[in-house]
T-cell receptor, first 112, second 110 residues
Framework: KQEVTQIPAALSVPEGENLVLNCSFT??????LQWFRQDPGKGLTSLLL?????REQTSGRLNASLDKSSGRSTLYIAASQPGDSATYLC???????????FGDGTTLTVKP | NAGVTQTPKFRVLKTGQSMTLLCAQD?????MYWYRQDPGMGLRLIHY???????AKGEVPDGYNVSRLKKQNFLLGLESAAPSQTSVYFC?????????FGSGTRLTVV
C-alpha cells in the first residue's frame, strides 16, 4: 500500500525566501504525481503534474521533481510571496486503477 | 470553463435525515471520486467511479451510497446522516493528466 508523508507539517518563512517542500512515498511503482494548493475553506487547485516517466515540471516560480529511486518528490518555490501562504499537498495516483494516495500537506506561511 | 461543480456548498442536517450531494463535470472525464476531508485525517476516498454506470468502494464507504447514471454526474447519498459524517466533501474527476477538484460541500450533522 502506497504511503505518502509530507514534512514539515508547517513552515513559516519571510517573504522573498526560496523554499522546498518535501513529499516521500513508499511505493515506486508507476504512479503519476500531482502537487496541489489548498487555501483555507477552499478546494484543491492543481499546481503541477509529473507523469511517471518524467522527472520534473516547472510553472512560473514553482518547480516539482520526482525521484523514484529515493522515494521523494520536492516542490521548490522561488522568491516566496505572502500570497503563497496555503497548504500544499502531494498526491500519487494510478488513474487506470482508480487509486490515489494523498499526503497530509504542508501548511506554508509567508510573512511580509 | 466550469470544470467540476458541486452542489450544495453548505448544508446542515439533523441526525437521521437523508440528502444527496451532486457533482457535475464538463471535461468528459471517465473517472470521478468522492472524498471527505477532516482535520488531522487528510483526504479519504469514499467511493469512486471508473465510468458511466460503475461505482466502487474507497477507503471509508460505510454510510454512503453513490450513483453514476450519466458520465458527467456523480451523486453521493447519505441515507441516515450521523454526526460522524460532519465533514467537508470534495468531488474530483480525472484523466491521465491529473485530478480536478470541485470547491467542496461543507456538511454539518447536528
Amino acid at each position: 500500500k502506497q504511503e505518502v508523508t509530507q514534512i514539515p507539517a508547517a513552515l513559516s518563512v519571510p517573504e522573498g525566501e526560496n523554499l522546498v517542500l518535501n513529499c516521500s512515498f513508499t511505493d515506486s511503482a508507476i504512479y503519476n504525481l500531482q502537487w496541489f494548493r489548498q487555501d483555507p475553506g477552499k478546494g484543491l487547485t492543481s499546481l503541477l503534474l509529473i507523469q511517471s516517466s518524467q522527472r520534473e515540471q516547472t510553472s512560473g516560480r514553482l518547480n516539482a521533481s520526482l525521484d523514484k529511486s529515493s522515494g521523494r518528490s520536492t516542490l521548490y518555490i522561488a522568491a516566496s510571496q505572502p500570497g503563497d501562504s496555503a497548504t500544499y499537498l502531494c498526491a500519487f495516483f494510478n488513474t487506470n486503477a482508480g487509486k490515489s494516495t494523498f499526503g497530509d500537506g504542508t501548511t506554508l506561511t509567508v510573512k511580509p | 470553463n466550469a470544470g467540476v461543480t458541486q452542489t450544495p456548498k453548505f448544508r446542515v442536517l439533523k441526525t437521521g435525515q437523508s440528502m444527496t450531494l451532486l457533482c457535475a463535470q464538463d471535461m468528459n472525464h471517465e473517472y470521478m471520486y468522492w472524498y471527505r476531508q477532516d482535520p488531522g485525517m487528510g483526504l479519504r476516498l469514499i467511493h469512486y467511479s471508473v465510468g458511466e454506470g460503475t461505482t466502487a468502494k474507497g477507503e471509508v464507504p460505510d454510510g454512503y451510497n453513490v450513483s453514476r447514471l450519466k458520465k458527467q454526474n456523480f451523486l453521493l447519498g447519505l441515507e441516515s446522516a450521523a454526526p460522524s459524517q460532519t465533514s467537508v466533501y470534495f468531488c474530483a474527476s480525472s484523466r491521465w493528466y491529473g485530478y480536478t477538484f470541485g470547491s467542496g460541500t461543507r456538511l454539518t450533522v447536528v
